[in-house]
């Protein structure tokens, strides 16, 4: 059997910027352990599988090593698939997920927005095991979902100069690390670190929106919020808290096109 991949930047209007994903869309489910081997042969930060489901499209998504609760930038790319490659002339993608709800994405323009959960967050006393694995002392920290923990800092260049040591970081037990500041060129910038589920640093993180952007918008009294992410391939992000929910808009370019073959449920090399 030979599957169409799609390889795609996103949250970018340049091709090399922003997060790459992989896009596989299919008209059923492969078995778990080949979406996840698939996932494993791509190497990037995760890669989307989406089913046409009726009136819209059931969505799930891998890093090389799990399966992931929600993902940003992978459904950004899925997005950009399906309205510019798949022909889809409405405006409006109605995916859902069974371990994060229905997730609506609207083609506006020039960029697709994703309509996501907010998330909560719970201060903690900071720890020098996560100072020590960061190379520097954060000001707050907060658990944040999924097993995740958020730390703040004073500024958007001590962000952007953190060098963490990353074997430490996974062995601390959080499966995601965000650390944010508020931005010097944009309202509040951020980078994320995911060693334990195999992202050393994820260029561009629009699931980790869903509990920035929630924060900054009662800190700095705004819901309409413009974020930078501060990785080496950069990225940036729209945002809006509307309710429970977070507006993220970005853009998405077209790096690769190829085919993927399994033959008889066994994973074979992809051919791009």
């Not at 596989?24 to 890669?47: H, Q, R």
């Amino acid at each position: 059997m030979d599957l169409k991949i799609f390889q795609v930047d996103a949250f970018t209007s340049k091709l090399f910027g922003g997060n790459p994903a992989a896009v596989v869309p299919l008209d059923t489910w492969l078995p778990d352990e080949t979406m996840l081997a698939i996932a494993a042969e791509n190497n990037l930060s995760e890669t989307a599988f989406f089913v046409k489901d009726g009136d819209g499209y059931h969505i799930r998504w891998f890093t090389p090593t799990i399966e992931v609760n929600l993902c940003g930038h992978a459904t950004l790319a899925s997005a950009h698939v399906i309205f510019n490659e798949l022909q889809l002339e409405d405006a409006l993608i109605r995916f859902h997920s069974d371990r994060s709800g229905k997730l609506p994405v609207q083609r506006r323009e020039d960029s697709i927005v994703l309509d996501f959960p907010a998330y909560a967050i719970t201060e903690i006393e900071p720890s020098n095991a996560l100072a020590k694995a960061l190379g520097k002392e954060p000001q707050k920290v907060w658990n944040a979902i999924n097993n995740g923990v958020m730390a703040g800092f004073e500024t958007e260049h001590d962000v952007r100069g953190l060098e963490p040591d990353f074997q430490a970081l996974a062995k601390l037990g959080y499966e995601r690390v965000y650390v944010t500041a508020p931005g010097e060129t944009c309202d509040f910038a951020s980078r994320m670190f995911a060693p334990k589920i195999g992202i050393a640093e994820d260029p561009v993180t629009g699931a980790m929106h869903c509990t920035l952007a929630p924060y900054w918008a009662k800190e700095l009294g705004k819901n309409e919020l413009f974020a930078r992410q501060l990785s080496k391939r950069g990225g940036e992000l729209f945002c809006e808290l509307a309710g429970d929910r977070v507006k993220i808009g970005g853009n998405a370019v077209v790096y690769m096109k190829g085919e993927i073959c399994v033959e008889a449920g066994n994973e074979k090399r992809a051919a791009a």
